[in-house]
């Protein structure tokens, strides 16, 4: 088992990518907190793991919420050795003049504003143990742009250029800090970012942009989570990993 005896936090985890990461990491033998805003997706996917995880419901955009998170972790577990900051919500593939303030402001709460409270929570317990890991699912937006999904796109250039910086700070730390960039997935997000139905016909126009031909899963963005945050990957910090099947190229 390649996280025997690891504590992991994921957000985001009761759907999607998250939920790909957090079965994958318990089977792999870590313990997981299954952090979601929605409280029955996030107890769905900590039952089906079963006690070797838990589920926290909160607003991961607040530091009440963070607090809960991390607090809960502390008490079931103890201090998280890996931390995946997987959730983000996006806005309807539009003009960037149709999206109003408030969900600009809601979009960098949630996708970028949460790194910097979940930073400022596990940062400290993992200088005390000694090290740890952070993961931020980033994507290919924040690398090769598609339009119509502006404010989107640069939430998550923030998130891939502050993984970097973070790497370089907390590297004197035993603290290794990356970014996963999926391509486009057959996610709860998928009709927001293309923007037009969920037909086969659209989906094959999006298709078409990936050189592999085919969108990412859960299992595929899963597995380089499990990679960059086992020992495997100990000399891996800084980088932006494209799951993308070749679209970034």
Known sequence: MRLKDKIAIVTGAGSGFGEGIARTFAREGARVVVADIDAGAAKRVAAAIGRNAIAVTADVSRAD???????????????????VNNAGIAHRNQSMLNIDEATFDRLFAVNVKSIFLMTNAVV??????????ILNIGST?????????????????????VSKSMAVELAPDGIRVNAICPVIGATGLLE???GVPDTPENRARFIAS????????PDD????????????AS???G?????????TI
């Open 141 to 161: 937006a924040g690398i090769r742009p598609r339009p119509g999904l502006t404010w989107y796109n640069a939430t998550k250039g923030a998130v891939n250029l």
């Open 192 to 194: 927001q970012f293309m």
């Open 124 to 133: 400290p317990l993992m200088r005390a143990a000694g090290g740890g890991v």
């Open 239 to 247: 980088v932006e990993f494209p799951v993308d099947g070749g679209r």
């Open 235 to 237: 000399m891996i910090t």
């Open 221 to 232: 963005i899963a597995n380089a989570a499990l990679y960059l945050a086992s020992d495997e």
């Open 210 to 217: 990936i050189p592999l031909g085919r969108m990412s899963t």
């Open 65 to 83: 919420g963070i607090a809960a998170i991390v607090g809960r972790t502390v008490d079931a577990f103890g201090s998280p050795h890996i931390v």
